[in-house]
């Protein structure tokens, strides 16, 4: 069974740094396009970004120049940079991980990882 973990998120101050990693066993990771996606409370979840298997990225707007997505194949790993951070950031932190290129079709990742809490606060 496919499983994703994500590193601990945390508190931040607003303008602050923290960086995710979602490590990834039971799959021929360098095959798998990653995503990330947030869901802060009483809202639905969101896209944030996304790496292709071939490395491409993707950011929503609301990131852009802010965060940063890279994979590190030989560690099944793919990390999520986020500088500037602002209170709207705060959110349940969640990767996703699809074989297929969900984004071309409209619709989520198949598989998830359970979620990190990052919070941004003074």
């Known amino acids: 069974q496919v499983q994703l973990v994500e590193s601990e998120g945390g508190m931040v101050q607003p303008g602050g740094s923290l960086r995710l990693s979602c490590a990834a066993s039971k799959i021929v990771f360098s095959a798998y396009n990653m995503g990330w996606y947030r869901q802060a409370p009483g809202m639905q979840r969101e896209f944030v970004a996304h790496?292709?298997?071939?490395?491409?990225?993707f950011y929503a707007d609301s990131v852009k120049g802010r965060f940063t997505v890279s994979r590190e194949n030989a560690k099944n790993t793919v990390y999520l940079q986020m500088n500037m951070l602002k209170p709207e950031d705060t959110a349940v932190y969640y990767c996703g991980a699809d074989i297929l290129d969900y984004r071309r079709y409209g619709r989520l990742p198949r598989y998830w990882g359970r979620g990190t809490q990052v919070t941004v606060s003074s």
């Open positions: 790496i292709s298997s071939d490395g491409s990225t």
